[in-house]
Every structure is written in C-alpha cells, then in structure tokens.
C-alpha cells in the first residue's frame, strides 16, 4: 500500500519547492532548504513541467523510459 506520511510529506515539499520556484529563488537555494540535491531539485521541477531538460544545469542521472 501507500505509505501516506510520506506521500502527504511529499506533496508539502512538492508545493513549497513550487512556491519557491515562482518567487524565483535560485535553484541552489531551494536545494538547501529542502536538504536535497540540486540534481533532485532540477528532477522534480523538469517532472513537473517547470523547466525543460536544456534549462537544467546538472547532467541527467536517469533518463525517462
């Protein structure tokens, strides 16, 4: 099943990280914030549409299948 605490947690972060993003706070900052990669930062924000693969700065570590 789903583990709930995370996915809620997840969605909180997904929405300051957004927050953040729209208040156009460097990537580097958001990434220490949420205690994460700016790779993971870059991910999230291609993944949802934010930002496209040539706009991030880190080399793709996975590639969408």
Known sequence: GL???FD???V?????LL???AAGTPLPGIAA???RSLTAIEA??????KITAGQ???RHRFTAA
């Open 3 to 5: 583990n709930t605490s």
């Open 12 to 16: 909180q972060e997904e929405q300051e």
């Open 33 to 35: 914030r949420h205690a």
């Open 44 to 49: 999230r924000l291609e993944r949802l549409g």
């Open 8 to 10: 809620q947690s997840s």
């Open 19 to 21: 927050a953040a993003f």
């Open 56 to 58: 991030r700065v880190t």
